[in-house]
T-cell receptor, first 108, second 116 residues
């Protein structure tokens, strides 16, 4: 069974705070992991990918991967109202599977 | 073209009719995906093509759904005898090569299907 689980939220944080988004996956052999952002009415767009255990930082975004725990997360520092969107976790399990997404609202 | 192109962008049909959705991937992308997204929901995997072959068809919801890809490029998703529960946005995405690279997907704008 190829499953990717996310808390559906909604998650609400004040502007400037850290938003933490979590994801677990079922296939222990998975090697590549992605975070996509989807604005309302738009298609998903890639914001980060990670392959190795540990942290990967890109600007205000940090992806964290723990393959032993089958867990991947996304931290957004200094959250902005423009970060308000649905964040989709995707895992390459021989094909690309997505979680249900977490809706994030950043309040000014 | 520069991006993934899907058509039609919107389709309204009557229950019981057949519909065909088209996806033209980014040139050179060998991997092609179809997903379905109902309102407020995540991306439901339908089918994945590597070249012209589909290693995994298990995501297709029923035998009313079929998909093909010819020439390693354009793909069509066909829904026969549409039902109201088929109403959703159908997203197509392509990737340079599923097996050998990051697997980053590039999405089209989607085809919104409404079954009355």
């Amino acid at each position: 069974q190829k499953e990717v689980e996310q808390n559906s939220g909604p998650l609400s944080v004040p502007e400037g705070a850290i938003a933490s988004l979590n994801c677990t996956y079922s296939d222990r052999g998975s090697q590549s992991f992605f975070w996509y952002r989807q604005y309302s009415g738009k298609s998903p767009e890639l914001i980060m990918f990670i392959y190795s255990n540990g942290d990967k930082e890109d600007g205000r975004f940090t992806a964290q991967l723990n393959k032993a725990s089958q867990y991947v997360s996304l931290l957004i520092r200094d959250s902005q109202p423009s970060d308000s969107a649905t964040y989709l976790c995707a895992v390459n399990m021989d094909d690309m599977r997505f979680g249900a997404g977490t809706r994030l609202t950043v309040k000014p | 073209g520069a991006g993934v192109s899907q058509s039609p962008s919107n389709k309204v049909t009557e229950k019981g009719k057949d519909v065909e959705l088209r996806c033209d991937p980014i040139s050179g992308h060998t991997a092609l995906y179809w997903y379905r997204q109902s309102l407020g929901q995540g991306l439901e995997f339908l089918i994945y093509f590597q070249g012209n072959s589909a290693p995994d068809k298990s995501g297709l919801p029923s035998d009313r759904f079929s998909a093909e890809r010819t020439g390693g490029s354009v793909s069509t998703l066909t829904i026969q005898r549409t039902q109201q529960e088929d109403s959703a946005v159908y997203l197509c995405a392509s990737s340079l090569n599923q097996a050998e690279n990051t697997g980053e997907l590039f999405f089209g704008e989607g085809s919104r299907l409404t079954v009355l």
